[in-house]
T-cell receptor
Framework: SQKIEQNSEALNIQEGKTATLTCNYTNYSPAYLQWYRQDPGRGPVFLLL?????KEKRKERLKVTFDTTLKQSLFHITASQPADSATYLC???????????FGKGTTLSVSS | DAGVTQSPTHLIKTRGQQVTLRCSPK?????VSWYQQALGQGPQFIFQ???????QRGNFPDRFSGHQFPNYSSELNVNALLLGDSALYLC????????????FGEGSRLTVL
Protein backbone atom coordinates (compact mmCIF):
# COMPACT_ATOMS: atom_id res chain seq x y z
CA SER A 1 0.00 0.00 0.00
CA GLN A 2 1.03 3.61 -0.42
CA LYS A 3 2.47 5.28 2.65
CA ILE A 4 4.14 8.52 3.61
CA GLU A 5 5.91 8.54 6.95
CA GLN A 6 7.67 11.23 8.94
CA ASN A 7 10.44 9.90 11.11
CA SER A 8 9.16 10.75 14.52
CA GLU A 9 6.22 12.47 16.08
CA ALA A 10 8.40 14.76 18.18
CA LEU A 11 11.90 16.16 18.00
CA ASN A 12 13.50 18.20 20.78
CA ILE A 13 16.68 20.19 20.14
CA GLN A 14 18.60 23.07 21.66
CA GLU A 15 18.68 26.55 20.22
CA GLY A 16 21.45 27.01 17.69
CA LYS A 17 21.57 23.37 16.62
CA THR A 18 20.45 22.00 13.27
CA ALA A 19 17.11 20.20 13.21
CA THR A 20 16.77 17.40 10.68
CA LEU A 21 13.34 15.98 9.87
CA THR A 22 12.81 12.93 7.68
CA CYS A 23 10.03 12.05 5.27
CA ASN A 24 9.90 8.59 3.71
CA TYR A 25 7.39 7.33 1.19
CA THR A 26 6.58 4.01 -0.42
CA ASN A 27 4.75 3.09 -3.60
CA TYR A 28 4.61 6.64 -4.89
CA SER A 29 6.49 8.34 -7.68
CA PRO A 30 5.89 11.97 -6.77
CA ALA A 31 6.40 14.76 -9.24
CA TYR A 32 7.40 16.94 -6.31
CA LEU A 33 7.48 17.10 -2.57
CA GLN A 34 6.57 20.00 -0.31
CA TRP A 35 7.14 20.99 3.30
CA TYR A 36 4.68 22.99 5.37
CA ARG A 37 4.78 24.46 8.85
CA GLN A 38 1.72 24.30 11.07
CA ASP A 39 1.27 26.08 14.38
CA PRO A 40 -1.35 24.83 16.88
CA GLY A 41 -4.89 25.63 15.75
CA ARG A 42 -3.68 27.28 12.55
CA GLY A 43 -3.60 26.28 8.90
CA PRO A 44 -0.40 24.94 7.30
CA VAL A 45 1.99 27.47 5.76
CA PHE A 46 4.03 26.57 2.70
CA LEU A 47 7.80 26.52 3.16
CA LEU A 48 9.54 24.79 0.25
CA LEU A 49 8.83 22.70 -2.84
CA UNK A 50 11.38 20.40 -4.46
CA UNK A 51 10.86 18.65 -7.80
CA UNK A 52 11.81 15.08 -8.64
CA UNK A 53 14.73 16.23 -10.79
CA UNK A 54 16.17 18.47 -8.06
CA LYS A 55 18.50 17.16 -5.39
CA GLU A 56 18.51 20.09 -3.01
CA LYS A 57 16.81 23.42 -2.43
CA ARG A 58 17.54 26.16 0.07
CA LYS A 59 15.67 29.12 1.48
CA GLU A 60 17.35 31.19 4.18
CA ARG A 61 17.98 28.76 7.11
CA LEU A 62 15.97 25.97 5.48
CA LYS A 63 17.30 23.20 3.27
CA VAL A 64 15.44 20.33 1.65
CA THR A 65 16.91 17.30 -0.09
CA PHE A 66 15.04 14.80 -2.23
CA ASP A 67 16.36 11.33 -3.00
CA THR A 68 14.00 9.50 -5.35
CA THR A 69 16.12 6.34 -5.15
CA LEU A 70 15.85 6.15 -1.36
CA LYS A 71 12.30 7.59 -1.56
CA GLN A 72 13.22 10.08 1.11
CA SER A 73 13.30 13.81 1.77
CA LEU A 74 15.29 15.49 4.51
CA PHE A 75 14.31 18.90 5.88
CA HIS A 76 16.96 20.86 7.75
CA ILE A 77 16.63 24.00 9.86
CA THR A 78 20.05 25.44 10.67
CA ALA A 79 20.74 27.70 13.67
CA SER A 80 17.35 26.76 15.08
CA GLN A 81 15.43 29.21 17.27
CA PRO A 82 12.56 28.76 19.74
CA ALA A 83 10.34 30.48 17.15
CA ASP A 84 10.93 27.48 14.88
CA SER A 85 8.93 25.31 17.29
CA ALA A 86 5.95 23.97 15.32
CA THR A 87 4.70 20.90 13.51
CA TYR A 88 6.30 20.32 10.12
CA LEU A 89 4.33 18.46 7.48
CA CYS A 90 5.72 16.67 4.47
CA UNK A 91 3.41 16.41 1.44
CA UNK A 92 3.80 14.86 -1.98
CA UNK A 93 2.01 15.21 -5.25
CA UNK A 94 2.02 12.37 -7.74
CA UNK A 95 1.76 14.83 -10.59
CA UNK A 96 1.24 18.55 -10.71
CA UNK A 97 -2.35 19.37 -9.97
CA UNK A 98 -3.29 16.20 -8.15
CA UNK A 99 -4.19 16.16 -4.50
CA UNK A 100 -1.44 16.58 -1.96
CA UNK A 101 -0.88 13.60 0.31
CA PHE A 102 0.34 14.63 3.74
CA GLY A 103 2.33 12.85 6.38
CA LYS A 104 1.27 13.07 10.03
CA GLY A 105 3.89 15.65 10.79
CA THR A 106 6.83 16.00 13.16
CA THR A 107 6.49 18.36 16.12
CA LEU A 108 9.73 20.25 16.65
CA SER A 109 10.50 21.88 19.99
CA VAL A 110 13.51 24.19 20.21
CA SER A 111 14.58 25.06 23.74
CA SER A 112 16.67 28.10 24.66
CA ASP B 1 -3.83 41.28 -0.02
CA ALA B 2 -6.37 39.08 1.73
CA GLY B 3 -5.34 35.51 2.19
CA VAL B 4 -7.68 32.55 2.36
CA THR B 5 -10.60 33.21 4.70
CA GLN B 6 -12.84 30.58 6.21
CA SER B 7 -16.03 30.75 8.22
CA PRO B 8 -17.13 29.90 10.78
CA THR B 9 -13.96 29.39 12.81
CA HIS B 10 -15.62 27.09 15.33
CA LEU B 11 -18.94 25.31 15.44
CA ILE B 12 -20.66 22.56 17.40
CA LYS B 13 -23.25 20.24 15.89
CA THR B 14 -25.01 17.08 16.98
CA ARG B 15 -25.06 13.74 15.21
CA GLY B 16 -27.34 13.63 12.20
CA GLN B 17 -27.25 17.37 11.57
CA GLN B 18 -25.90 19.07 8.49
CA VAL B 19 -23.16 21.71 8.28
CA THR B 20 -21.97 24.21 5.66
CA LEU B 21 -18.47 25.65 5.76
CA ARG B 22 -17.37 28.56 3.61
CA CYS B 23 -14.12 29.62 2.00
CA SER B 24 -12.90 32.65 0.08
CA PRO B 25 -9.68 31.98 -1.81
CA LYS B 26 -6.66 34.23 -1.90
CA UNK B 27 -7.10 37.13 -4.29
CA UNK B 28 -6.35 35.99 -7.85
CA UNK B 29 -6.66 32.28 -7.11
CA UNK B 30 -9.21 30.19 -9.00
CA UNK B 31 -8.81 26.71 -7.51
CA VAL B 32 -10.05 25.61 -4.11
CA SER B 33 -9.29 22.36 -2.31
CA TRP B 34 -10.75 21.12 0.95
CA TYR B 35 -8.91 19.01 3.51
CA GLN B 36 -9.98 17.34 6.75
CA GLN B 37 -7.47 17.22 9.59
CA ALA B 38 -8.22 15.04 12.59
CA LEU B 39 -6.34 15.68 15.81
CA GLY B 40 -2.75 14.52 15.57
CA GLN B 41 -3.03 13.64 11.88
CA GLY B 42 -1.98 15.27 8.65
CA PRO B 43 -4.59 16.89 6.41
CA GLN B 44 -6.58 14.48 4.21
CA PHE B 45 -7.80 15.58 0.79
CA ILE B 46 -11.58 15.77 0.38
CA PHE B 47 -12.01 17.38 -3.07
CA GLN B 48 -10.86 20.11 -5.41
CA UNK B 49 -12.95 22.65 -7.31
CA UNK B 50 -11.93 24.46 -10.47
CA UNK B 51 -14.18 26.33 -12.91
CA UNK B 52 -17.14 25.58 -10.64
CA UNK B 53 -16.75 21.82 -11.03
CA UNK B 54 -15.43 19.11 -8.77
CA UNK B 55 -12.22 17.99 -10.48
CA GLN B 56 -10.81 15.49 -8.02
CA ARG B 57 -12.15 13.70 -5.01
CA GLY B 58 -10.49 11.87 -2.15
CA ASN B 59 -11.77 8.84 -0.28
CA PHE B 60 -14.75 10.52 1.38
CA PRO B 61 -18.41 9.41 1.28
CA ASP B 62 -21.12 11.21 -0.63
CA ARG B 63 -22.22 12.88 2.60
CA PHE B 64 -19.42 15.32 1.77
CA SER B 65 -20.34 17.65 -1.06
CA GLY B 66 -19.22 21.01 -2.25
CA HIS B 67 -19.76 23.90 -4.55
CA GLN B 68 -17.71 26.62 -6.17
CA PHE B 69 -19.25 29.95 -7.11
CA PRO B 70 -18.40 32.20 -10.08
CA ASN B 71 -16.31 34.42 -7.77
CA TYR B 72 -14.21 31.29 -6.93
CA SER B 73 -15.44 31.07 -3.34
CA SER B 74 -16.47 27.65 -2.18
CA GLU B 75 -18.65 25.76 0.28
CA LEU B 76 -18.23 22.37 1.89
CA ASN B 77 -21.39 20.61 3.02
CA VAL B 78 -21.51 17.59 5.27
CA ASN B 79 -24.81 15.76 5.79
CA ALA B 80 -25.84 13.27 8.47
CA LEU B 81 -22.95 14.20 10.73
CA LEU B 82 -21.11 11.46 12.61
CA LEU B 83 -18.93 11.78 15.69
CA GLY B 84 -15.97 10.90 13.49
CA ASP B 85 -16.53 14.02 11.39
CA SER B 86 -15.15 16.12 14.25
CA ALA B 87 -12.01 17.73 12.81
CA LEU B 88 -10.38 20.88 11.52
CA TYR B 89 -11.60 21.54 7.98
CA LEU B 90 -9.05 23.38 5.90
CA CYS B 91 -9.58 25.23 2.68
CA UNK B 92 -6.61 25.79 0.40
CA UNK B 93 -6.41 27.88 -2.73
CA UNK B 94 -4.05 27.97 -5.68
CA UNK B 95 -3.73 29.61 -9.07
CA UNK B 96 -4.68 26.92 -11.53
CA UNK B 97 -5.08 23.20 -10.97
CA UNK B 98 -1.43 22.49 -11.65
CA UNK B 99 0.10 24.86 -9.19
CA UNK B 100 2.33 23.38 -6.55
CA UNK B 101 2.11 25.65 -3.55
CA UNK B 102 -1.16 25.75 -1.64
CA UNK B 103 -2.32 28.66 0.48
CA PHE B 104 -4.34 27.46 3.46
CA GLY B 105 -6.92 29.24 5.56
CA GLU B 106 -6.97 28.96 9.33
CA GLY B 107 -9.66 26.31 9.20
CA SER B 108 -13.09 25.65 10.64
CA ARG B 109 -13.06 23.55 13.80
CA LEU B 110 -16.12 21.27 13.77
CA THR B 111 -17.16 19.38 16.88
CA VAL B 112 -19.91 16.78 16.57
CA LEU B 113 -21.58 15.72 19.82
Amino acid sequence: SQKIEQNSEALNIQEGKTATLTCNYTNYSPAYLQWYRQDPGRGPVFLLLIRENEKEKRKERLKVTFDTTLKQSLFHITASQPADSATYLCALDRQAGTALIFGKGTTLSVSS
Amino acid sequence: DAGVTQSPTHLIKTRGQQVTLRCSPKSGHDTVSWYQQALGQGPQFIFQYYEEEERQRGNFPDRFSGHQFPNYSSELNVNALLLGDSALYLCASSLGRHSGELFFGEGSRLTVL
